[in-house]
């Protein structure tokens, strides 16, 4: 009876399909949201966040190209459960599609 969201890169195909199939089994809406942003912007993010000293994040631009050189494209879903998001775009308007997007269905 609660809403979760997973924050996870889900770089395989079946990882996805498995809790795909978690949802479904447990009667739940389920949606994927995938990030994309020019890896320029992606690079200056994390450096940013390496030179925060009250920052928690692991994120590395070497975790980055490792993650990217195994990730399986996801096209395993409908485009209506399946959103691909540009984050380069300002914090609320990509807010403001996820949430059209998800809410018309």
């Known amino acids: 009876g609660k809403t979760i969201i997973i924050d996870a890169s889900f770089k395989k195909h079946r990882d996805r399909q498995d809790a795909w199939e978690t949802a479904r089994n447990l009667n739940c809406d389920f949606f994927i949201l995938e990030c994309t942003c020019p890896e320029e912007i992606i690079k200056k993010r994390l450096e940013s966040r390496k030179s925060n000293p009250t920052e928690v994040s692991d994120g590395r631009w070497d975790i980055y190209e490792a993650q990217k050189a195994d ?35």
């Open 71 to 105: 990730f399986e494209k996801i096209s395993e879903f409908p485009a209506d459960i399946h959103l691909l998001m540009d984050t380069s775009q300002e914090r609320e308007s990509c807010q403001d599609k996820a949430l059209r997007h998800f809410n018309k269905l």
